[in-house]
């Protein structure tokens, strides 16, 4: 596989260190290897791919940053470690502003990153909410593609799961 030929380490190097278009396809490319796949989500977070992608959220093209929410998604899909990790490299606020300013795509990942950061994290879930990732959520229920309508209507759903105070701010914001 890709990942036994010892392709992540050099991806992630990739990330920091490459042109704007290795950096874009390092991200998408990393993302792909974590879908469902526990051994390399565990593997690329351990390689240090986070904070790069993290960065890229906000220093990248705009391919970069809807890459890089891609494989953050993937990243934190059914990890718990990884949401930890994703929230405390600085991902959230970022990915908030993916919401309003993204491109359609990135907008789209956004919100199912953010979505899946709260899936059975409550900090996570009172970190995204105060970083301000409600109202734009809201508005992508019917501003967004039909993809983001379904990524934010998810979103909100793991966002108030177990969440008394996020219930009441996704009503008051329209929901």
């Not at 278009?21 to 290897?33: I, R, S």
């Not at 990153?113 to 409550?122: P, R, S, V, Y």
Request: hydrophobic share 50%; aromatic share 2%.
């Amino acid at each position: 596989t890709i990942a036994e030929a010892g392709a992540i380490l050099p991806l992630v190097n990739l990330l920091t260190f490459g042109t704007a278009t290795a950096k874009e396809n390092a991200a998408v490319t990393l993302g792909n290897l974590a879908i469902k796949n526990d051994k390399n989500q565990e593997t690329i977070s351990e390689a240090g791919a986070i904070p790069p992608l993290v960065n890229l959220l906000t220093s990248g093209t705009a391919d970069a940053k809807k890459n890089a929410a891609a494989a953050l998604w993937n990243l934190a899909a059914n990890n718990d470690k990884n949401k930890v990790t994703i929230a405390e490299a600085g991902a959230i606020l970022p990915l908030v502003n993916l919401l309003t300013f993204g491109t359609a795509t990135a907008k789209e990942n956004a919100a199912v990153t953010l979505g899946n950061l709260a899936i059975k994290n409550d900090k996570n879930q009172e970190t995204i909410s105060e970083a301000g990732a409600i109202p734009p959520l809201v508005n992508l229920l019917t501003s967004g593609t039909a993809d983001a309508k379904k990524n934010a209507a998810a979103a909100l759903w793991n966002l108030a799961a177990n969440n008394d105070k996020n219930k009441v701010t996704i009503a008051e914001a329209g929901a």
